[in-house]
């Protein structure tokens, strides 16, 4: 790609690094940016300058916030005896956007994976440990993605956990609502089938 | 998507400003720029405001260029009587990256688009009339897409040009360079019998 202006080279270069933006998609975004009001571009470069300078780290479910402890743990009316541990922000906002749950979250920051060198002392457990020796907290339920590493990190947490004073539980797995038997995958249809639960009538 | 941090809710609806970036999209990116240092987001924000800045139009082709003339008009080794007009600057890149053309470029700025309520005085022609009355340009090749604003636009400038002592000619248009016949669309390959070419041996 040949460019007529360094100035927009370096712009392309800058949206190329963001992943899954390649030149091309990048040269259109630029060219989109120097169609608009000059204004435009300032407003966008200052919400992620903005962003990137405040934003903190929720000091006790490590959740990304705007305050030293994020509106959640914040929030007085959220059930505290109740703590959900996740893998990422990406996980707490897709539970939080179903708005079955009111408890608190504890953000391990990762998921053990000896493929890419994260271990245990690479998560937030320590602090885990610690929220719960505070007594309040009476169920910890574990919402990691059912993969090889999720299962190893839920195998090491409630080996960790198993001497505290709370309950552990993990989010159910199997057929997904709405999905066709037919089409669901052996692994999940089989584990369905041997964990299957009592009906409710 | 209920998001944590105003600050990551504003950078988030920055980048699904973007044409062809979501919500889902912008959150993936503004996450991996939490990621990285402070530094990056820095670089990144800096070369979008220079750019924006920064940049000019070329006063001879109307290509975007750091300076008042593009580098493409400045260089003395290009072959000052071709120009080729073409519609916009993604167009001049392509023909740029072909390496197949030596001559001068001068961008429309866009097609005549009844639709999009885009005249021929929105389009820089009097500036290429002015260039061509200068004298100096023996040939106006027309690069434009073959849709249909692109051959209204074409027809437009071919009636604009014939009184002026130039040659004209349009890029060649075809079947593919190693496309299958049978998947060429009917249009182009009927229009290919009819325009067929002598053939050289």
């Given at each position: 790609?040949?460019?007529?202006?360094?100035?927009?080279?370096?712009?392309v270069?800058?949206?190329?690094?963001?992943?899954?933006i390649?030149r091309?998609?990048?040269?259109?975004?630029?060219l989109?940016?120097?169609?608009?009001?000059?204004?435009?571009?300032e407003?966008?470069?200052?919400a992620?300058?903005?962003?990137?300078?405040?934003?903190?780290?929720?000091?006790?479910?490590?959740?990304?916030?705007?305050?030293?402890?994020?509106?959640?743990?914040?929030?007085?009316?959220?059930?505290?005896?109740?703590?959900?541990?996740?893998?990422?922000?990406?996980?707490?906002?897709?539970?939080?956007?179903?708005?079955?749950?009111?408890?608190?979250y504890?953000?391990?920051?990762g998921i053990?994976?000896?493929i890419?060198?994260?271990?245990?002392?690479?998560?937030?457990?320590?602090?885990?440990?610690?929220?719960?020796?505070?007594?309040?907290i009476?169920?910890?339920?574990?919402?990691?993605?059912p993969?090889?590493?999720g299962e190893?990190?839920?195998?090491?947490?409630?080996?960790?956990?198993?001497?505290?004073?709370?309950?552990?539980?993990?989010?159910?797995?199997?057929?997904?609502?709405?999905?066709?038997?037919?089409?669901?995958?052996?692994?999940?249809?089989?584990?369905?089938?041997?964990?299957?639960?009592?009906?409710?009538?």
């Open positions: 790609m040949t460019f007529s202006s360094k100035l927009i080279e370096k712009a270069e800058a949206f190329a690094t963001l992943p899954g390649g091309k998609t990048a040269l259109r975004l630029v989109h940016l120097l169609k608009q009001e000059k204004a435009v571009t407003q966008f470069s200052t992620l300058l903005n962003m990137r300078d405040g934003i903190r780290e929720c000091q006790t479910c490590h959740n990304l916030a705007d305050a030293e402890i994020c509106h959640i743990c914040a929030d007085t009316r959220r059930d505290r005896t109740l703590v959900c541990v996740v893998e990422s922000i990406r996980d707490l906002m897709a539970i939080e956007d179903t708005g079955q749950y009111r408890g608190l504890h953000l391990l920051g053990i994976s000896p890419e060198g994260i271990g245990p002392s690479d998560l937030n457990i320590e602090s885990l440990l610690a929220r719960i020796q505070e007594g309040e009476r169920e910890v339920i574990m919402a990691i993605s993969t090889i590493e190893t990190t839920v195998y090491y947490l409630a080996k960790k956990l198993q001497d505290l004073d709370v309950t552990l539980s993990a989010i159910a797995r199997g057929v997904s609502f709405g999905g066709d038997l037919e089409y669901a995958d052996e692994l999940t249809l089989g584990r369905s089938i041997v964990a299957r639960i009592p009906y409710n009538r």
